[in-house]
């Protein structure tokens, strides 16, 4: 059995497993309908979590007030559901892609899983009606945290997240590119 921080499928809250490993992990499934349906439950889902977790929180919280700062309050609460190690900076192992030995550094959300997290969302909340200008997963803020999250994970985990071949997604109905730079 391999136990590397890298498999993480048996989350039960659906983060990180199924269609976010599936993107980072690349696989040599491209674009088959399977993995679109697989992608648009997994969307499903994630929207369905995130709107208990608007109903959840202290103090309640509307969709239509929900800022980008919201966004990485629930980002920042996913941690605690993590498999990924992330090595903090004084550890002997910062920087080791694989560990010889455990260690107690905290269990993160893996930036790939995020970062795909983040894009079903932003496609789920404009299906739900939202607006794109106003949506919170679009924010500047949220890229901001994306991006200093994949450093320093890249950096602590001794692995690079290099840019993949571009899939083409020429099934879904809707353009949604995650990395849109045009509301800022
Ligand atoms: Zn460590």
């Given at each position: 059995?391999?136990?590397?921080?890298?498999?993480?499928?048996?989350?039960?809250?659906?983060?990180?497993?199924?269609?976010?490993?599936?993107?980072?992990?690349?696989?040599?499934?491209?674009?088959?309908?399977?993995?679109?349906?697989?992608?648009?439950?997994?969307?499903?889902?994630?929207?369905?979590?995130?709107?208990?977790?608007?109903?959840?929180?202290?103090?309640?919280?509307?969709?239509?007030?929900?800022?980008?700062?919201?966004?990485?309050?629930?980002?920042?609460?996913?941690?605690?559901?993590?498999?990924?190690?992330?090595?903090?900076?004084?550890?002997?192992?910062?920087?080791?892609?694989?560990?010889?030995?455990?260690?107690?550094?905290?269990?993160?959300?893996?930036?790939?899983?995020?970062?795909?997290?983040?894009?079903?969302?932003?496609?789920?909340?404009?299906?739900?009606?939202?607006?794109?200008?106003?949506?919170?997963?679009?924010?500047r803020a949220?890229?901001?945290y994306?991006?200093?999250?994949?450093?320093?994970?890249?950096?602590?985990?001794?692995?690079?997240?290099?840019?993949?071949?571009?899939?083409?997604?020429?099934?879904?109905?809707r353009?949604?590119?995650?990395?849109?730079?045009?509301?800022?």
């Open positions: 059995m391999d136990s590397s921080s890298n498999s993480e499928c048996n989350n039960s809250m659906g983060y990180s497993s199924g269609a976010a490993v599936a993107a980072a992990g690349s696989s040599s499934s491209s674009s088959s309908p399977a993995a679109s349906s697989r992608y648009e439950n997994q969307k499903r889902r994630d929207w369905n979590t995130f709107r208990q977790y608007l109903r959840n929180h202290r103090p309640p919280l509307e969709l239509s007030r929900c800022s980008g700062a919201h966004v990485l309050e629930f980002l920042r609460y996913l941690d605690q559901f993590g498999k990924t190690k992330v090595h903090v900076a004084v550890c002997p192992f910062y920087g080791h892609p694989n560990p010889p030995a455990p260690c107690p550094c905290p269990l993160k959300q893996a930036w790939g899983s995020l970062d795909a997290l983040i894009g079903r969302l932003r496609a789920a909340f404009e299906e739900d009606g939202g607006r794109s200008e106003t949506n919170p997963f679009g924010a949220v890229r901001l994306l991006r200093e999250v994949r450093d320093s994970q890249s950096k602590a985990r001794g692995v690079s997240y290099e840019k993949k071949k571009k899939k083409k997604r020429r099934n879904l109905p353009p949604q590119s995650p990395q849109q730079q045009r509301n800022t």
